[in-house]
């Protein structure tokens, strides 16, 4: 009595595994004993066991079939290694393809990922437990920690889970010394890839489960056909742009953000999600005081990207204010938490901003063109989400012909270039990578950091002759989030 | 008078079919993991027409079983909550979970196999070769033979007909969705009575010991493979030096 809020028995559709069906018509067609990968037997201490397969052979077998570069064949082998559609004989634990003599076997049918059958957390904690009898208790640390969860929230079901792992246990040692081997690899095998041990990589990540199956043909019914006619519709009124402008708009931007692009070019210090080394994060959180040098070279790109990273906002701010026209960066901020925020706080924050950007004679009064003015008033009168935008467009551009380009050629800009610094490239060894993966923590729970942020905020609220420009703009700045719940 | 005879005999019955109810359990534990082995070499090269037969009589073996705990336990079950013979109320929920998740592993692996069944199918002889390589050889004698030694009071009694694979996951269907509707105990209130890490702890027979070398047999090789030795015939010759030192 697993809870299953929809018994779907199989209905429930794993988006990025749709692919699966085309990877294993790959395996059959790799059996062939003609035409297939080439086997050999794999010489053990006791016994010789059939069916083993090569890297390498793995790799020329799919660059000749596909007629493809050996290089796409290696990640090609390497997705079907990441799938658990073959297992590496010798260190089981790295889910790739290794192009030279290493061994591989093909899994077993009932071992392939599948679609349609999420795989049970019920079998997993069976599969610990034949471990712990086969191992006497010695177990990894993942693997214990992981049974001592399971043991924990499936209690109810501990006694039937410990009766099976037994008979199981039992009911394998019916079998010959040879084909329990290939058994215990294959069980084995199929868990890496399921339930991957720190430091494995498995292609099981597979995000949101779906109603919808992708692979199934959609029923043509006239729903579908008007959403045909309403899609072209809209295509036919867009407007329209040259394609040699549009395609020089992407050439453009593809060589100016080449360079920090993480699958491009090698982020540094060291790519945290393969290195397992948070340096690069620490480096560019949002409150750091001195930023690295990609980032303020992002910043000359546009004026959006100034704005949208939370760090080179705080430089501008700091640039307006030497220049005393802050009010710009501020109304735009307030702008920006209206749309964002909740709607409770809507009205309030509506007046708000009138009182203090819009009203004639406000404190604050930024430089807007009376057509915007009056458009932006009257909406004010019944105020909803997107009442501000034509002003905010209109200050963001303003900002952007003017304050930038000044901002850009400002001794506070170039003083932040020359502070930034460039970490160098972190070179790993294959145990300090090991290392890493085992240091991997949870970062700070988001919990602290809104409390670290409200005593800012206070701080800020409190701290001697307000600056208007300060206060208001963090307030609109941090009040973006949610507010916390209430109890 | 006679009213205590009565009750003691009611208490006598019960207890008896509690025990009976216990050993169907573990006859059915026994019999699902031999299916689950079978069922592990559908569509690999060991796989043909003597498997399916074996997986079919296992599995008409186990509908067995289930049929005959259903109809002892549900009863156990919706007695009225009257004193006589009701102590022993806490352990015929936990058979009760016991049989639910049981009757869900079996179903999972039930699904399991008719879809491999349907994947893989052996009526042409071309067939054969889309079968994958896996390395095990036929091995599914002793399993079958394990599963075939089960013994239940009401195995020999009562027979009924052997279902067909998709009838039979239709029936495991109907069945899960009328116990759940007809007996209404909160599952997760059932405390194990194992221990965590219990099973590891206790002592083995010589048999065990041999398992030992099974795992080590795979890192010996694994070793040499990180001493840098590249050809795969120079590896044997180190396995069997290894061995011996």
Sequence with gaps: MTIRNVRDHGQRFRPRMACLKKVEAVMLEMQDPKTGVKSQPQKLVITTIPHAITGEDVVTWLANRYTIEAEEAWALGTMLVAFGYIYPLQDHKRLVIKPDTALYRFQTPYFWPAQQWPVEDTDYAIYLAK???????????HEQEQYNGLHKWMNHKWDFIVMQAKEQYRAGKERKKPDRAVFDCQERAYWVVHRPPPGTV???????????????????????FRRIMIFTQQSIMRPRVKSSVSIGALVKYSITC???????????PSNPWVTDDVTYWLLNMANVDIPTKMRVERWTFSFGELLSDPRGRDDFRLFLKKEFSGENLAFWEACEDLKWGTAATMNE????????????????WINIDGKTMEVTVKGLKHPHRYVLDAAQTHIF??????SYGRYLKSPVFKDTQKRA?????????????????????????????????????????????????QVMSKLSNKGKEVPPPKK | MNRWRRSVDEIQAR???VTECERALEALCKVTACFQQMAISIGSNSDGSFLREEMDETRALAHRICTGLHRRLVPLLT???TEPGQEDRLQVERLWVIFLTGLENLQQDLHKASDLIDRFPLKQRNDRRALVNTGASDGVIGVSARAASVQTPWLAVEVEQNPDLKTHITQIDALVKEMLQKVSIPFWAVEATQEAWVEGAQSQDTAHDQDETLEEMMVVSQDDQMSGCCQPLNCKLGCMFCLST
């Design chain 1, 131 to 141: 471990r712990n009898i086969r191992k006497k208790g010695v177990l990894e640390m």
């Design chain 1, 202 to 224: 498995s292609a099981m990540d597979y995000g949101l489960e779906r109603m919808v199956d992708p692979n199934a043909e959609e029923k043509e019914t006239s729903d579908f």
């Design chain 1, 258 to 268: 080449n360079k920090h692009d993480p699958f491009l070019a090698p982020c540094l």
């Design chain 1, 349 to 364: 924050k509506a007046q708000q901003v009138y009182k203090t950007f819009l009203a004639r004679g406000a404190p604050r």
């Design chain 1, 397 to 402: 551009m303003l900002m952007k012909k003017d």
């Design chain 1, 421 to 469: 610094i460039g970490p160098d490239q972190h070179r790993f060894s294959v145990s300090q990578l090991e290392a890493n993966a085992r240091k991997r923590r949870p970062s700070i729970s988001p919990i602290i950091v809104r409390q670290q942020e409200k005593e800012e905020r206070a701080r800020m609220a409190t701290s001697g002759p307000v600056d208007i420009t």
């Design chain 2, 15 to 17: 207890k008896r079919q």
């Design chain 2, 79 to 81: 007695e009225r909550a």
